[in-house]
């Protein structure tokens, strides 16, 4: 059990996942606008977003704000803030981007997945509220992730699915952009 709990504290580095954000974002050329990014594991996401953009990364794992602090290029201009979800955020945003835990736990024994079955839903529940009027949210979802999240998303968000990637063994994986 320590070993477990050890693991769930590393800092998530940079894997497919956060390669095929990161390579979306970067064609949507996002400029001057308020962005929040919720659990920024290494930082590489914000780091790219704070060239052009204002940024405020967040994630629940002090270990991960720390070493983003050390390790984004950009740290000066992005505002680090250890919390769980939206905790700690009292702004309003243009731009809320989320690569979850989006495994189930078990599915594997790793930062991907949660411990927390609610943490999407408890995302998706209080996101809205962050949202500038024009406001959007991208967030990662797998073909592995909880119904439950594909369903609260299609009641209660305008939404489309922006790319979708095949992974080894079938898995895809989805950026939805949510309004
Ligand atoms: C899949 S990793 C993504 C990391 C990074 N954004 C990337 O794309 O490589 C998920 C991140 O969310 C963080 N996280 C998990 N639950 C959270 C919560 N309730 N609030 C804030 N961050 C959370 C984890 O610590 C981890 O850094």
């Given at each position: 059990m320590r070993i477990h709990k050890k693991i769930k504290q590393q800092v998530y580095l940079p894997r497919e996942d956060t390669f095929f954000l990161l390579n979306f974002l970067k064609k949507q050329?996002?400029?001057r606008l308020r962005i929040l990014e919720i659990?920024?594991?290494?930082?590489i996401i914000a780091d790219f977003l704070a060239e052009k953009n204002k940024v405020i990364a967040t994630d629940i794992n002090e270990e991960a704000i720390n070493f983003a602090k050390k390790n984004c290029k950009n740290a000066h201009k992005i505002k680090f803030i250890v919390s769980d979800l939206f905790e700690k955020i009292n702004n309003e945003f243009d731009l809320i981007v989320f690569n979850p835990p989006y495994l189930p736990p078990d599915e594997y024994d790793d930062l991907i997945s949660t411990t927390d079955n609610e943490v999407i839903i408890n995302f998706l529940k209080k996101a809205k509220k962050y949202l500038s009027r024009k406001g959007k949210i991208i967030l990662i979802l797998s073909s592995l992730s909880l119904k439950k999240n594909f369903d609260y998303i299609k009641k209660n968000y305008e939404f489309r699915i922006a790319q979708e990637k095949t992974l080894a063994f079938g898995e895809k994986l989805f950026i939805y952009v949510l309004e």
């Open positions: 050329k996002y400029s659990g920024t594991g290494s930082g």
